[in-house]
């Protein structure tokens, strides 16, 4: 079965650099998630979409940004990075308008900036 | 305010042992989703099980087994004759339905070594 896609796997970028991490969901999946994970710590819920529009907002910073496309993939925007930055982050989908809420993670993508 | 704990941070155990992960949650909603999902040392999260809040029946699926008690706001999680390939970090996480979202609120995770 078709699973989440995220590109790229690896990032590696230096202090003030911007990054562009990309979220193919699931086929018929509607909803998108981004979740950030620092170095042992659990997932962080940073931002979500549903059917394009913004579903809801965590502690996502404000140099960071998100939007979902028409085909339903979707975008996080991360600027001015900082060394704290340094993460895997992950996207999630789930079909919300046919009531299946788990939602089904992507592999990551590692972020490291020096 | 959701709130997931899970108390063991780590837990070693020898193969084959029964193993069982707590995970205690706090929520004002009625209705929620817990879930568990597993991240092997590749990274990767994997989605065990959902389970929402008005179907305490336990589950049985091959060696996992799930116990969800609403009175004392518990989902358990058990893995009976474990596996090396069971070595992981285990997450509990809450769902709430506020507005439509569903974002998960995650435990920080109890650390599973299975010796062989």
């Known amino acids: 079965a078709a699973g989440v896609i995220q590109s790229p796997r690896h990032l590696i970028k230096e202090k003030r650099e911007t990054a562009t991490l990309k979220c193919y969901p699931i086929?018929?999946?509607?909803?998108v998630y981004w979740y950030q994970q620092g170095p042992g710590q659990d997932p962080q819920f940073l931002i979500s979409?549903?059917?394009?529009?913004?579903?809801d907002k965590g502690s996502i910073p404000d140099r960071f940004s998100a939007q979902q496309f028409s085909d339903y993939h979707s975008e996080l925007n991360m600027s001015s990075l900082e060394l704290g930055d340094s993460a895997l982050y992950f996207c999630?989908?789930?079909?919300?308008?046919?009531?299946?809420?788990?939602?089904?993670f992507g592999p990551g993508t590692r972020l490291t900036v020096t | 305010a959701q709130k997931v704990t899970q108390a063991q941070t780590e837990i070693s155990v020898v193969e084959k042992e029964d193993v069982t992960l707590d995970c205690v949650y706090e929520?004002?909603?009625?209705?929620?989703?817990l879930f568990w999902y597993k991240q092997p040392p590749s990274g990767e999260l994997v989605f065990l099980i959902r389970r929402n809040s008005f179907d305490e029946q336990n589950e049985i699926s091959g060696r996992y087994s799930w116990n969800f008690q609403k009175s004392t706001s518990s989902f358990n999680f058990t893995i009976t004759a474990s596996q090396v390939v069971d070595s992981a970090v285990y997450f509990c996480a809450l769902s709430d339905t506020v507005a439509g979202a569903n974002n998960l609120f995650f435990g920080t995770g109890t650390r599973l070594t299975v010796i062989p």
């Open positions: 086929p018929r999946h509607d909803t």
């Open positions: 999630a989908s789930s079909s919300r308008d046919r009531g299946q809420y788990e939602q089904y």
């Open positions: 979409f549903y059917e394009k529009m913004q579903s």
């Open positions: 929520t004002r909603d009625t209705t929620y989703y």
